[in-house]
C-alpha cells in the first residue's frame, strides 16, 4: 500500500549518551521498532560530530550533560557541518537553562528519557519529519522560564477560532499532533493543518514560539 511504514525508507539514528547501559539500552529499544535503523552510538559530544559525520543519520538523540564535548556544544557543531541532520536532545535533566541552550543551538526537540519506547519511536519520526518537539513538563517550565517579549502588548491582535485555541493550548503543554487528535476527536491530518495555520497566522516559526504566545494570550 502506498506510504505504508514498510514501503519508506527507515530512518537512520544515531544514540549519543555517556553511560553505556543507557546508550545500548536506548539503541536496541530503537532498533526493533519499525522504520527506524540504528547507524550506531557514540560516547560523548566529539564522538557524536565523528559519527555523525561517518554514518550520515537521519535524527541524532543526544544526551545533554557529557564529559568533553557536552550535548549543547554538539549540538551547535553539528548544525554546522551536518544541517541536514536533526538533533534531538534526550535527557534525565529538565533544567530551563539547558533547554533554552539547545535549543538556540540549534535542537530541533527536547525529551526526557522516561517516555515509553513507543513515543520515543514516534518522536524519531516526527524529529525526521521536521517538528519540533518538546516534553510537556519542559515546555510548561520553559514558558514560565523565559522572559516575555516587549513588544508583546503592542502586537495586533489575531482572532483564533475555538477550535484553534484549543489546539494552540494542547500545542503549548508539549502535546503531539497525533495527542492533540486524539483528545479533540479529530485526525492526525487536521490537527497538522490547523497548527500550520495558526503559526502563519500568528506569524510564528515553530511550536516553541507557539507555546510562547500562548502564554501571551493567557491560555496556559
Known amino acids: 500500500m502506498s506510504g ?9 539514528v544515531l544514540v549519543v549518551d555517556d553511560q553505556r547501559l543507557i546508550r545500548d539500552g536506548i539503541a536496541s529499544l530503537l532498533s526493533i521498532r519499525p522504520g527506524i535503523e540504528v547507524v550506531g552510538t557514540a560516547v560523548d559530544g566529539r564522538d557524536a560530530v565523528a559519527k555523525t559525520l561517518e554514518t550520515g ?6 544526551d545533554v550533560r557529557m564529559p568533553g564535548m557536552d550535548g549543547v556544544e554538539a549540538v551547535a557543531v553539528l548544525c554546522e557541518r551536518a544541517p541536514g541532520c536533526r538533533v534531538v536532545m534526550l535527557t534525565t535533566f529538565d533544567d530551563e537553562e539547558y533547554v533554552v541552550q539547545a535549543l538556540r543551538a540549534g535542537a530541533h526537540g527536547y525529551l526526557l528519557k522516561d517516555l515509553p519506547a513507543e ?37 495586533p491582535a489575531v482572532s483564533l477560532s475555538p477550535r484553534e485555541t484549543d489546539i494552540l493550548r494542547l500545542v503549548s503543554h ?26 502563519s497566522r500568528l506569524g510564528l516559526r515553530d511550536r516553541t514560539q507557539a507555546a510562547l504566545r500562548a502564554r501571551d494570550l493567557g491560555l496556559l
Do not use: C, W
Request: charged content about 25%; cysteine-free.
Open 4 to 12: 505504508d511504514i514498510n514501503d519508506q525508507e527507515p530512518v537512520r
Open 57 to 62: 543519520p537521519d535524527v541524532v538523540l543526544m
Open 174 to 199: 508539549g502535546h503531539t499532533n497525533r495527542e492533540i487528535a486524539a483528545r479533540l476527536y479529530l485526525s492526525e491530518g487536521t490537527v497538522k493543518n490547523h497548527v500550520s495555520r495558526i503559526l
Open 119 to 155: 513515543e520515543l519511536a514516534h518522536a524519531v519520526r516526527l524529529a525526521h519529519a521536521g517538528v519540533t518537539q518538546i516534553d510537556s513538563s519542559v515546555a510548561r517550565r520553559l514558558t514560565a522560564f523565559l522572559p516575555r517579549p516587549a513588544a508583546a502588548d503592542e502586537a
